[in-house]
């Protein structure tokens, strides 16, 4: 289910909090899904993308804080779409942080290289599940908008 999975991710990026306590860096990972569906979750292409996600955010935000929700989207007849949004509370300049270069590279399905070594794993992740992302702007924070679709899985 979705609360599994934010389970799952926040225990993942907890150490991410750990690790960087000299920098004073808050990571959650939440959601509001109350849904019992299960879904096949490729958890190892997620953490992969997690990781270079956050590791981007370090070095390109310079966050106080990574907050990232989970929630379901879009239904098809087989597959339902998973949002992750996360929102970065940044301490860079809103005018150094380039947006529209970073949705321009990421949104390209022709080349995998985006010229950084976490962005071209986020999007090699996202190009297999198949899944997008989308930076904006919110006063002082990024948000980024990670969405992937998945397929319900039988209930055991």
């Not at 970073?102 to 999007?123: C, D, V, W």
Request: include cysteine; aromatic fraction near 8%.
């Amino acid at each position: 289910t979705l609360r599994d999975l934010a389970h799952i991710l926040e225990k993942f990026a907890y150490t991410y909090e750990v690790f960087s306590y000299e920098k004073g860096i808050k990571v959650e990972v939440e959601t509001s899904s109350v849904s019992e569906a299960e879904y096949g979750i490729p958890l190892g292409s997620l953490k992969v993308m997690l990781h270079h996600l956050i590791s981007h955010c370090q070095e390109i935000y310079e966050p106080k804080e990574l907050k990232f929700e989970i929630s379901e989207g879009r239904q098809s007849q087989t597959m339902t779409e998973v949002q992750l949004t996360a929102l970065i509370a940044t301490t860079r300049n809103s005018e150094e942080l380039n947006l529209a270069r970073f949705n321009k590279i990421m949104e390209s399905k022709l080349n995998l290289e985006t010229g950084a070594p976490h962005t071209n794993l986020i999007k090699a992740v996202l190009s297999s599940l198949p899944g997008s992302i989308k930076a904006t702007l919110i006063g002082n924070k990024v948000r980024l908008d990670v969405v992937f679709w998945v397929e319900p899985t039988e209930a055991a």
